[in-house]
């Protein structure tokens, strides 16, 4: 227990002092570079705040990964794609923030960006149906010579990591960060679960490295929440949600959790945004266009209060989380259809309930 606690409370620990004592200076530095989201300004139908607040919340927890991340864990060529490629992601956040970005442009740069750890070794090879059997992605596979050494390409395995990566990048931006808090925490609690089950191959010593990242990401996340909640004085934005749909991505692709794990814990945002998707898609809008529509807005809507939605999601991820622990993967595909039908339910009777009030 003394090699446990070293080895994961202690990078947790630091990675949270440094988000939480730098973001103070990140909320300075977004003001000056006009990083600020103001309600009179930027008119847009999913804005709910009513003063303005800096963008950018995404700098200080990258930093605060990047630096625990060289403290804790050895600079192999995986932490060294992963961190690469999230202080591109966080460039890229950094300039939505300040510019607003057409959301085809970003998207087109989440696709090349999620190449980078792919490039760097990070792959799937295999994954377990849910209905029985394993599907093996190592094949076919494009083999060449690069400065003399044979290099391949796994082209399925590649092309279902990057879609992956993209997918859960823009899941998290949004379905996850609605309200004050929600993202921050929903981030942390998921990062953790799978730090714990990751535990239980803790035998294993490639799992260590993997149980430290995820530690240090929910670090960071958790010690941007006091300043994230209610009333909040910095929000994560874009910079700060893709990140974290980024690096919980591919903890899933490392971890023996893989993607079922995450998409039970994640369930209440990746499904409301899926069904938001496809609700504007069938209403002749753009899917990736922002409106009222999300279960938090409809939670708002019904005179919840932002603290309430935020401990709703962080408590539903909570549960889920610990249920995944326990399910293997055909429950965990039941699970997820179970969680589907009843979010649509809520969904539809939170829109009742709205149409008959108005």
């Given at each position: 227990m003394p090699y446990l606690s070293s080895t994961t409370l202690f990078p947790f620990i630091v990675a949270t002092?440094?988000?939480?004592?730098?973001?103070p200076i990140a909320i300075k530095i977004a003001n000056k570079l006009g990083m600020v989201d103001d309600?009179?300004?930027?008119?847009?139908?999913?804005?709910?705040?009513?003063?303005?607040?800096?963008?950018?919340?995404?700098?200080?927890?990258?930093?605060?990964?990047?630096?625990?991340?060289?403290?804790?864990?050895?600079?192999?060529?995986?932490?060294?794609?992963?961190l690469l490629g999230g202080l591109l992601i966080t460039i890229l956040g950094l300039i939505d923030d300040r510019f607003d970005?057409?959301?085809?442009?970003?998207l087109g740069s989440q696709f090349l960006?999620?190449?980078?750890p792919i490039a760097f070794g990070i792959g799937i090879a295999f994954i377990t149906n849910p209905?029985?059997?394993?599907?093996?992605?190592?094949?076919?596979?494009?083999?060449?010579?690069?400065?003399?050494?044979?290099?391949?390409?796994?082209?399925?395995?590649?092309?279902?990591?990057?879609?992956?990566?993209?997918?859960?990048?823009?899941?998290?931006?949004?379905?996850?960060?609605?309200?004050?808090?929600?993202?921050?925490?929903?981030?942390?609690?998921?990062?953790?679960?799978?730090?714990a089950l990751s535990l239980r191959f803790s035998a294993d010593i490639t799992q260590w490295p993997i149980i430290i990242l995820a530690t240090v990401t929910a670090g960071a996340y958790l010690g941007f929440l006091p300043w994230n909640f209610y009333p909040q004085k910095i929000m994560p934005s874009y910079s700060g949600s893709t990140l974290a749909g980024y690096i919980l991505a591919i903890l899933a692709i490392l971890s023996t959790?893989?993607?079922?794990?995450?998409?039970?814990?994640?369930?209440?945002?990746?499904?409301?945004?899926?069904?938001?998707?496809?609700?504007?898609?069938?209403?002749?809008?753009?899917?990736?266009?922002?409106?009222?529509?999300?279960?938090?807005?409809?939670?708002?809507?019904?005179?919840?209060?932002?603290?309430?939605?935020?401990?709703?999601y962080w408590l539903v991820t909570a549960v889920l989380g610990i249920l995944?622990?326990?399910?293997?993967?055909?429950?965990?595909?039941?699970?997820?259809?179970?969680?589907?039908i009843a979010l649509?339910?809520?969904?539809?009777?939170?829109t009742y309930r709205s149409r008959v009030k108005d």
């Amino acid at each position: 227990m003394p090699y446990l606690s070293s080895t994961t409370l202690f990078p947790f620990i630091v990675a949270t002092v440094i988000s939480f004592l730098l973001t103070p200076i990140a909320i300075k530095i977004a003001n000056k570079l006009g990083m600020v989201d103001d309600p009179k300004k930027h008119h847009h139908p999913k804005v709910i705040h009513t003063y303005p607040v800096p963008r950018g919340g995404g700098m200080v927890i990258f930093f605060a990964i990047l630096v625990t991340s060289l403290l804790f864990l050895p600079l192999d060529k995986h932490l060294i794609g992963i961190l690469l490629g999230g202080l591109l992601i966080t460039i890229l956040g950094l300039i939505d923030d300040r510019f607003d970005l057409n959301p085809y442009v970003r998207l087109g740069s989440q696709f090349l960006i999620a190449g980078v750890p792919i490039a760097f070794g990070i792959g799937i090879a295999f994954i377990t149906n849910p209905l029985g059997g394993i599907l093996d992605l190592s094949f076919p596979r494009i083999t060449f010579q690069l400065f003399g050494d044979t290099k391949s390409i796994w082209l399925l395995s590649d092309l279902f990591a990057i879609i992956w990566i993209v997918f859960m990048m823009n899941m998290l931006n949004m379905g996850a960060k609605g309200v004050d808090g929600q993202l921050p925490g929903v981030v942390g609690i998921a990062a953790l679960v799978i730090a714990a089950l990751s535990l239980r191959f803790s035998a294993d010593i490639t799992q260590w490295p993997i149980i430290i990242l995820a530690t240090v990401t929910a670090g960071a996340y958790l010690g941007f929440l006091p300043w994230n909640f209610y009333p909040q004085k910095i929000m994560p934005s874009y910079s700060g949600s893709t990140l974290a749909g980024y690096i919980l991505a591919i903890l899933a692709i490392l971890s023996t959790a893989k993607v079922g794990t995450l998409f039970v814990a994640l369930g209440i945002p990746l499904i409301d945004t899926g069904y938001t998707i496809v609700r504007r898609i069938l209403s002749g809008k753009s899917p990736v266009w922002g409106d009222k529509g999300h279960l938090h807005h409809r939670l708002l809507a019904i005179g919840w209060g932002k603290r309430r939605v935020a401990v709703f999601y962080w408590l539903v991820t909570a549960v889920l989380g610990i249920l995944a622990l326990y399910l293997n993967t055909s429950q965990k595909f039941y699970t997820i259809i179970g969680v589907a039908i009843a979010l649509g339910g809520l969904i539809l009777w939170l829109t009742y309930r709205s149409r008959v009030k108005d």
